[in-house]
């Protein structure tokens, strides 16, 4: 069964205090990986795809990388506004690529 | 500006009750998909469509139904088959082709 794991389950962090997200996968011949931002009771904010292992994209303090096996998104730098839950996706193996598994989330909190 | 428009936010279902989650799109997407998200789970995909009248179940169909009657609209209905129908709910929209999903802001729905 195609997984996607997410770590940590959460991660505290002071103002200014850099650190990385972690997203591991299972599907073979990957079509995509997709991060996503959620704040408490609202649905997610798209922030990157990633393509091919050794791809990055950045976002203000946000950059994602991406491996054959795993994707980081590393925070530089963090704020208080940072602070959310972090999803990451990819599309089932084998299938079409309009569906999306998702990892069950970091939850990012930065304090002041 | 073009986006999802998920009504209502919050709803309340008695038992026994069949309610109706309404989820509308600008976007003039193709795609649209209906997720369903519980504390420390994954968003789970409950039903997709990718054209006009025609839709596929996704992993939890049972206790759902959806329409695709126009491009602009995929209502979901909750019905008294489903058991356990307390989460937040989540209508996305998609381009064809592999860019990511647009999320609406979600309805919660409460069994009382």
């Known amino acids: 069964e195609d997984q996607v794991t997410q770590s940590p389950e959460a991660l505290r962090l002071q103002e200014g205090e850099s650190s990385s997200l972690n997203c591991s996968y299972t599907v073979s011949g990957l079509r995509g990986l997709f991060w996503y931002r959620q704040d408490p009771g609202k649905g997610p904010e798209f922030l990157f795809t990633?393509?091919?292992a050794g791809e990055e994209k950045e976002k203000e303090r946000l950059k994602a990388t991406l491996t054959k096996k795993e994707s980081f998104l590393h925070i530089t730098a963090p704020k208080p506004e940072d602070s959310a839950t972090y999803l990451c996706a990819v599309p089932p193996e084998g299938g079409a690529t309009n569906k999306l598994i998702f990892g069950t989330g970091t939850l990012l909190a930065v304090q002041p | 500006d073009g986006g999802i428009t998920q009504s209502p936010k919050y709803l309340f279902r008695k038992e026994g009750q069949n309610v109706t989650l309404s989820c509308e799109q600008n976007l003039n997407h193709d795609a649209m998909y209906w997720y369903r998200q519980d504390p420390g789970q994954g968003l789970r995909l409950i039903y997709y469509?990718?054209?006009?009248?025609?839709?596929q179940k996704g992993d939890i169909a049972e206790g759902y139904s959806v329409s695709r009657e126009k491009k602009e609209s995929f209502p979901l209905t909750v019905t008294s088959a489903q058991k356990n129908p307390t989460a937040f709910y989540l209508c996305?929209?998609?381009?064809?082709?592999?860019?990511?999903?647009?999320f609406g802001s979600g309805t919660r729905l409460t069994v009382v």
């Open positions: 469509s990718q054209i006009v009248n025609d839709f």
């Open positions: 996305a929209s998609r381009e064809t082709g592999d860019g990511g999903y647009t």
């Open positions: 990633l393509y091919s």
